[in-house]
């Protein structure tokens, strides 16, 4: 009867020992508080649209006295997250940046896990049924130009990591949609895993990522998280990808380099694509930071890579939406 007692203990400190050590790998790699909500202008509210008979939500934010024919930015979450948790991720960084420069905000919601993106891998179907997220992210478009009256000429789309991927399918198949894009952590899929079907007509396009991303390769190859969370196929490098939708704009000749040290460790590359067209293509390289979008709001978990806090991702994407040519 003792040995059983014994043994029981022992059992009982193991487990309470297991899970110490896990409670603290947890909080070390993966738990980062919440930044604390600004002060804003405007409210937040949800909207519903009918999509290939799904019902699909999104969050609106609209900014006191927004004028009519102001323009709407389309913000992406990531893989298993929705448009609460993005806002979160961005450090409510657009919403910051909405009532200073008077642009309205739609954070659509994936049905699945996932949003249906170029990549073959993944599944994208429910009862056999493909998702349409293209048909969803215009519909969505188009109830809001109705509804709030914004400039369907200056529509512009963004998302991090799976919603960065679903922003090059939106740069690639609607590009009449849209007046420019940017792709956070996030690179166009190699040619074996390419679903894609791009049209002629290119737009101005933005590829932010980081050299130490853990999850989306900045060198390109397979897009996994410690080769066990996740797999989404191979993907091209950043430069590649870069290249891609320089190519796709008729965009020729060597581009323009510019390096800004912002921080020890961190380091910011942006390569520029230009001609005499109104398209361009920008590579922001974040030499020293991980997956996701950079911003002084807050600090992203350690699993993602490292974590700066400069450059304003969010501030360097609406500049570039905002010098966009009509």
């Known amino acids: 009867m003792k040995s059983v007692l014994r043994f029981l203990r022992f059992c009982l400190l193991s487990l309470i020992v297991i899970v110490a050590i896990g409670g603290a790998l947890f909080g070390y790699f993966v738990y980062s508080p919440e930044p604390e909500a600004p002060r804003l202008s405007g409210m937040i509210a949800k909207g ?4 290939g008979g799904l019902k699909r939500t999104y969050l609106t934010y609209i900014p006191r006295g927004l004028v009519k024919g102001a323009p709407l930015v389309v913000v992406m979450h990531g893989s298993g997250e929705n ?8 450090g409510y960084g657009f919403e910051r940046l909405a009532d200073e420069h008077g642009f309205a905000i739609a954070y659509p919601d994936a049905y699945t896990f996932d949003w249906n993106d170029c990549s073959k891998v993944g599944d994208f179907s429910v009862n056999g049924v493909n998702i349409d997220d293209v048909g969803f992210v215009g519909a969505m478009i188009d109830k809001l130009i109705t509804e709030i009256g914004v400039d369907q000429s200056r529509v512009f789309a963004t998302g991090v990591s799976a ?3 679903m922003s090059i399918r939106l740069a690639l198949e609607t590009p009449s949609r849209f ?9 166009v899929p190699t040619p074996e895993n390419f679903k894609c079907k791009p049209v002629k007509q290119g737009i101005s396009v933005m590829i932010m990522n980081g050299t130490k991303d853990p999850l989306v390769p900045f060198g390109g190859g397979e897009a996994n998280l410690l080769g066990l969370f996740y797999k989404g196929g191979n993907l091209r490098s950043s430069r590649e990808s870069g290249q891609y939708f320089a ?21 910011v590359e942006q390569v520029f694509w230009r001609n005499d067209s109104k398209a361009e293509v920008e590579l922001v ?13 807050w600090r992203r978990p350690r699993l993602l890579g490292p974590s700066p806090m400069v450059p304003n991702g969010p501030a360097m994407i609406w500049a570039f939406f905002e010098r966009q040519r009509p």
């Open 48 to 51: 519903f649209v009918d999509v």
């Open 83 to 90: 448009s609460a948790q993005i806002r979160i991720d961005t």
């Open 285 to 297: 390289a974040i030499h020293g930071g991980g997956h996701g979008i950079p911003q002084p709001y």
């Open 247 to 267: 190519d796709l704009n008729n965009i020729a000749g060597t581009p323009e380099t510019k390096q800004t040290p912002v921080a020890d460790g961190v380091n």
């Open 163 to 165: 919603g960065g991927s």
């Open 179 to 187: 007046h420019a894009i940017a792709a956070v952590s996030a690179n």
